[in-house]
């Protein structure tokens, strides 16, 4: 499960495999994403922090192609991800494309989305069957691995609705990684879980991302996570990022005042 | 002891009705998903088809609908040339199909409707194509849903199937007023008619809530 790019041919800086260019997203006059610039490189692993409503979700569910966005460019390893390139020309994507793009793509939700009518075996092996047309064994071999890997090999036969939230979001990265996606997106992995459930969701997501140099991109409120974990941390603030730099950077020596405000309001929240 | 021999000639309906439900209510379900589906599809056609069907036969009485299968679509036929003329059973079915699966179909729409955004959206990050979406993530985790209603439409079929007496069909209805007449004992016979419709009623929500528990089993695993 390799997701680095080729180093490209005539040793520029590699390019980034995911990035947006001026990416706007609007609900009607409500501007939810301004002018957002972001690049991601192969391997790297970068955490979104910031306020509720700053359009955190809204960039990983664009990337997701769960929502559209109003303006602006995205590409994957070069390749737009809503528009196709006619001639020189930029139109927008058809199914087909967004079917392909999405390929490259696995996302890990808030509250799981795991599929109640059936096993955790099935959750994982569906659509590596019924979209990659993996054959049963494939999956199943694909599935008992990964299973192992995320603890959770006794749980194959049982439903979701069986498992605890922890057990239940291990089957979700378990599920997303059963399709081999360049990048992993991962939004609030852990909010919607007991605060005892959440150490053993980030210790696989810690050990998978390592094992397997995933590209991740995670919103999260686990700072002491995001700043073991990430190379790199983005601040948002009202659609944009207003501050980005390594965590070390972010989490000692903050430049802007509203990441030091926000830093202190969820590091030492006043009682 | 005169009813025991009423029992022989009501049995005969009984099972004539039991025919009736069974084939009318298998037509109905098909036709619940197709329009159901139709309604929801991305196919504007199809939506029309399923509108149109659905708004048709829930706006006209089941009654009207078994007469104009029976009495007026012959004649139609015989005015474009072709023998539409139905036998009574199969007008009773379809009629009965029919309308039952104009009802179905806004079961069947409601319960797709009732899957959350959250599941579609996993399906979706997932690549499953909108197909296999509705086969694979919605339909199964609708169905449970949709199982009650279906039920009471079931029950509602069987009543129904009462009707069909009126186009001569030998039903449990049609074999009361014939025992009636002959024996002009009202009581007795209305008596075990009731009871007998009562029976199959019993037995019907009975089957519809087995089925309930089989296809639902996720529903109600615990931890
Ligand atoms: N479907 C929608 N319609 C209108 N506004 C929306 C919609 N989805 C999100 N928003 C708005 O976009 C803003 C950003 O949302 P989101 O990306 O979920 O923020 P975050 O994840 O940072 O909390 C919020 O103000 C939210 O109200
Ligand atoms: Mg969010």
């Known amino acids: 499960m390799s997701s680095q790019t080729p180093a490209s041919p005539d040793q520029t800086p590699a390019r980034p495999l995911v990035r947006f260019s001026k990416v706007t997203k609007r609900y009607g006059e409500h501007t939810v994403l301004d002018d957002l610039d972001l690049d991601v490189a192969a391997g790297e692993k970068v955490t979104i922090i910031g306020p509720s409503g700053s359009g955190k979700s809204t960039v990983l569910r664009i990337l997701m192609t769960l929502e559209t966005l109003t303006d602006g460019l995205i590409e994957i390893d070069g390749e737009p991800l809503w528009h196709e390139r006619r001639g020189d020309q930029l ?76 057990q239940q979001q291990r089957v979700g990265i378990a599920r997303a990684l059963m399709m081999r996606p360049r990048v992993m997106l991962f939004d609030e992995p852990t909010s919607a879980l007991d605060p005892e459930l959440v150490g053993e969701v980030l210790h696989v997501i810690r050990t998978l991302a390592d094992e397997h140099d995933l590209t991740v991109l995670m919103v999260t409120h686990e700072m002491s996570f995001a700043r073991r974990f990430s190379d790199r941390v983005c601040f948002f603030d009202k659609g944009r990022i207003h501050e980005q730099g390594t965590p070390e950077q972010i989490f000692t020596d903050p430049r802007e005042a509203r990441t030091r405000e926000f830093l202190r309001a969820v590091l030492e929240p006043d009682v | 002891m005169e009813w025991i021999s009423y029992l022989g000639p009501l049995w005969q309906g009984a099972w004539v009705t039991i025919q009736l439900t069974l084939y009318s209510t298998v037509l109905g379900a098909l036709l619940s998903f197709a329009a159901g589906i139709g309604k929801r599809s991305s196919i504007w056609p199809l939506r029309i088809l399923s509108a149109v069907y659905v708004e048709v036969f829930r706006g006209t009485s089941l009654l009207v609908q078994l007469f104009w299968l029976y009495f007026a679509l012959p004649l139609a036929g015989n005015a474009i040339g072709i023998d539409l003329r139905l036998d009574p059973v199969v007008a009773g079915v379809l009629a009965l199909g029919l309308n039952i699966g104009a009802y179905g179909a806004e079961v069947v729409r409601g319960g797709l409707k009732s899957v959350s955004q959250q599941q579609l959206e996993a399906a979706q990050a997932l690549n499953f194509t909108p197909r296999q979406t509705l086969w694979r993530i919605s339909l199964p985790q609708a169905i449970p849903e949709m199982l009650p209603a279906f039920g009471n439409l079931a029950v509602q079929n069987l009543k129904d199937t009462a009707l069909v007496s009126l186009i001569s069909l030998g039903d449990l209805a049609f074999r009361a007023e014939q025992v009636r007449n002959f024996t002009q004992d009202s009581a007795t016979v209305y008596t075990l008619v009731l009871l007998m419709y009562f029976g199959m009623a019993l037995v019907l929500a009975g089957m519809i809530k087995l089925l309930e528990m089989s296809v639902g089993r996720w529903r109600t695993v615990s931890r």
């Open chain 1, 91 to 166: 139109k927008p994507a058809s199914e087909a494309h967004l079917r392909k793009m999405r390929g490259q793509l696995g996302m890990v939700f808030q509250q799981f989305n795991l599929f109640p009518h059936m096993s955790v075996q099935r959750n994982l092996t569906e659509a590596p069957r019924q979209v990659l047309g993996l054959s049963r064994k494939e999956a199943q071999s694909r599935a008992t691995e990964l299973l192992e890997r995320v603890g959770l090999a006794d749980h194959a036969n049982k439903y979701p609705g069986q498992l605890s939230g922890g």
